[in-house]
């Protein structure tokens, strides 16, 4: 039987809030919190254990703006589950997995989808992404965008690399990027830091 989340904050009322529904797995990168509302995903948290879920699922609800109601259910993520460790451990080439971003603000919406584009085994520079996103000069935006990115490894900000293809920053620690490059046989990235 699902698990109702009591998560930090709440939306305006009378705002119909969205089901979603969360569950913990462990994968190759560590432990993940993946959330999916209608059948997308709409986040996924790493190193995010029993022992950390009450404080991770507030910072969630936060970060969704109160918009979903988040309950526990292994079985409505279990298919996408597989799907992610799968590919975390090398056995899948591609994710594949539909995903949400329509609760996020505009720009920000908009360089995640540029990211979204992104192949497996390709990179690109944050200059590249704020051309392609309509803002030339807004690398530092798209580096803070990345930053907050909900949906990592399925918007694959790993593959976002500074200019001259310094590896450059991600919110999973550089050796979990140096991982997923590797992993994906990307070119076009070099170890030095930026």
């Not at 530092?140 to 790993?158: K, Q, Y």
Request: charged share 25%.
């Amino acid at each position: 039987m699902p698990d109702r989340a009591a998560a930090g904050s709440h939306p305006k009322p009378h705002a119909v809030r969205r089901r979603a529904s969360y569950t913990l797995t462990e994968s190759a990168i560590g432990p993940l919190l993946v959330a999916m509302s209608e059948g997308k995903l709409i986040a996924i948290k790493f190193g995010v254990d029993e022992r950390r879920l009450p404080e991770a699922l507030g910072a969630l609800d936060r970060e969704l703006r109160g918009g979903f109601a988040l309950e526990r259910d292994e079985r409505a993520l279990a298919v996408t589950v597989r799907r992610l460790r799968a590919y975390l451990d090398g056995r899948r080439a591609e994710l594949g997995l539909p995903f949400d971003v329509s609760w996020v603000p505009g720009f920000r919406r908009g360089v995640l989808l540029e990211v979204a584009r992104v192949p497996r085994g390709a990179v690109a520079s944050y200059g590249e992404i704020a051309r392609r996103a309509g803002r030339p000069n807004a690398f530092r935006a798209v580096g803070n965008a990345m930053r907050t990115n909900p949906i990592p490894l399925v918007i694959p900000c790993h593959r976002i690399v500074a200019s001259g293809g310094r590896i450059g920053g991600f919110g999973g620690g550089l050796e979990m990027k140096r991982r997923l490059l590797r992993l994906e046989g990307a070119a076009g990235w070099t170890e030095a830091p930026v």
